[in-house]
């Protein structure tokens, strides 16, 4: 169903919304992804401003999610139910971290170790706290033949990573505490990837209300300083990791040093930080020791 709009009486709209507050390109954003406009025709609006164009909802409901955003500071993202991560689609609902864009290097980092082929497959994959499944599904792409299992704690995470990856027949979805629930392929996994939660308790608490007040605590808070999940998933690597396999990880901007200090502790060799599009060293990554040939 189309709800066509005379670009100009939409420019118009645009303008009322912004008065009631918000940034454009978030409202862009929302006339994108659930009004159905993208970036470039929205630019068209003042070129051709007698055109009709055809929106995907009528506008009374675009206003209405707009106005939720402004009072409740409800994610753009859990509004709409999508949020566009890497080449992907992601469903997302509140239970579980909308994925993040710097997360989208994770799978570039996890390419560069382990490159484009597996020499032995099946290659055997977990993403510990997989939260919507954003990192699992880049990783069953990735790699088509492999095998892969999704763990969190959250049963509403699962369920959502669960319809993420519907059509990812290689992965299994499991509930519980990082390792736990891996017993049954404790030392076969050539690549483990996370990206628990990091935030330490005194910036947790000051966070911005929309992703305070909205997106699970579980997600985002680290304990004191931040390292809680992260000790506890570098403890157990070397126990879970095959032989030469890889542990990346991704943390907060200020704990590269402590995650290299923790992958060291936990057995891993070959340690290196990476560092995001800025600059910033906010991932880590380990190997365990291959086997002698
Ligand atoms: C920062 S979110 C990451 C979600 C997703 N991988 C992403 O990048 O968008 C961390 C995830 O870890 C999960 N989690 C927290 N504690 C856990 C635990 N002890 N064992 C397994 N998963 C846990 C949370 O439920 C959450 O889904």
Redesign the pocket.
Known sequence: MHYPVVATDLLQWRRQQLERGGQPSELDWLLDLEGGLPWQKQQQLRLYPEEPVALAVPLSRLAELWQQYLQQHTPLQYLVGRCPWRDLDIKVEPG?????QE?EL?VDLAQGLIGPQWANPPMRWA?????????ALALARSWPNSLGWA????PQ?LALAKRNLSTETGVQLRQ???WAPLHDCLGQLDLVV?????IPTEIWRDLEPQVRDHE?E???HGGSDGLD?IR?ITAGAAMALAPGGWLLI?HHHDQSAAVLELLAAGGLEQREAHQDLEGVKRFASGRRQAAPT
């Open positions: 579980a971290l909308i994925p993040r997360t994770l993403d510990l706290g997989t939260g919507s499944g954003c990192l763990v969190d704690q959250s995470a519980g505490s990082w996370s990206n628990p939660p990091y699970p579980l997600a985002l999940a506890a991704e």
